[in-house]
């Protein structure tokens, strides 16, 4: 007789209020033979507030790779596994892609347990275009590096979102400002469904300076939200604008649109924005 393989559940839990756990994640996390925890003393947490007891392995971004092929092992020998993270819903910026990957290559079923995600969450209360949307993830650690992401990104993609630590989110904003310009809109949620939820909106200075206001703010998770390029003005004269590109073919943007707004007493943020949308901004 044929060994029937298990099935591998991709299980969203809770990003803050232990209540917004859904009853089929409860139901499945209670049946399955194994759990694959990011962190299983977190996890551990979580399912003794559910009543809950099952076999727990770690599977995290060091140990995926090899924990993967044992996982799948244990699922060809008929045995369940459940998926999750330390919050909201596996893979999202989280350890996963090695094991699913990996399973749905075998052909192993893989079955989603749809609920909470801080991306979507967070956006769906932003105030800015859900039509189209790019999530970018974590950002580099070191400022150069973050501003060679933000900049490679490609005009169109729609609102950006990624996610910050609290000791990175200032200098992120000020790297926004350095790709973006001053103006560009942002929204700023920060511990989502918990107790110190909040949503900060506008330029980068003015989160900055919400930031800033109280030490306590700059704590937490957080998701940032960056809204599209609005359109260039079309009203700028082909003149002005031949001058902007020969002087961006010489110069960083921001002082070809100084000096080309200066030559022509033109505004310099709209220039800026020009130089922008011409290099995919």
């Given at each position: 007789m044929t060994q029937e393989n298990g099935q591998?559940?991709?299980?969203?839990?809770?990003?803050?209020?232990?209540?917004d756990i859904s009853q089929r994640a409860i139901q499945t996390l209670g049946k399955v033979a194994w759990v694959a925890a990011?962190?299983?003393?977190?996890?551990?947490?979580?399912?003794?507030?559910?009543?809950?007891s099952a076999r727990m392995l770690a599977l995290h971004d060091h140990n995926e790779k090899q924990r993967a092929s044992a996982l799948l092992q244990k699922l060809q020998a008929g045995e369940d596994v459940a998926l999750i993270s330390d919050a909201g819903t596996p893979l999202i910026s989280d350890p996963g892609?090695?094991?699913?990957r990996l399973c749905r290559d075998a052909g192993i079923k893989i079955v989603p347990i749809p609920?909470?995600?801080?991306?979507?969450a967070a956006l769906c209360c932003s105030g800015l275009p859900t039509d189209k949307f790019h999530f970018i993830g974590f950002l580099p650690a070191k400022s150069g590096q973050r501003q060679q992401v933000l900049q490679a990104i490609p005009a169109g993609v729609g609102t950006l979102i990624c996610y910050e630590t609290a000791r990175r989110i200032l200098d992120t904003l000020d790297d926004l400002v350095a790709v973006y310009g001053p103006e560009r809109e942002l929204a700023l949620a920060k511990e989502l469904t918990k107790t110190f939820e909040h949503f900060?909106?506008?330029?980068?200075?003015?989160?900055?300076?919400?930031?800033?206001?109280d030490p306590a703010r700059c704590q937490g998770e957080m998701v940032l939200m960056i809204?599209?390029?609005?359109?260039?003005?079309?009203?700028?004269?082909?003149e002005v604008q031949r001058t902007l590109k020969l002087l961006m073919a010489e110069l960083p943007l921001k002082k070809a649109a100084a000096l080309a707004a200066e030559i022509h007493d033109q505004k310099k943020n709209a220039?800026?924005?020009?130089?922008?949308?011409?290099t995919g901004m």
């Open positions: 591998l559940y991709i299980v969203a839990t809770p990003i803050g209020n232990l209540d990011e962190d299983t003393r977190h996890s551990g947490k979580l399912l003794s507030h559910l009543g809950l892609y090695s094991l699913v609920g909470p995600c801080a991306l979507i900060a909106f506008g330029t980068a200075a003015d989160i900055k300076a919400w930031l800033t206001e809204a599209p390029s609005q359109p260039v003005d079309d009203e700028i004269p082909a220039l800026y924005k020009l130089g922008l949308s011409w």
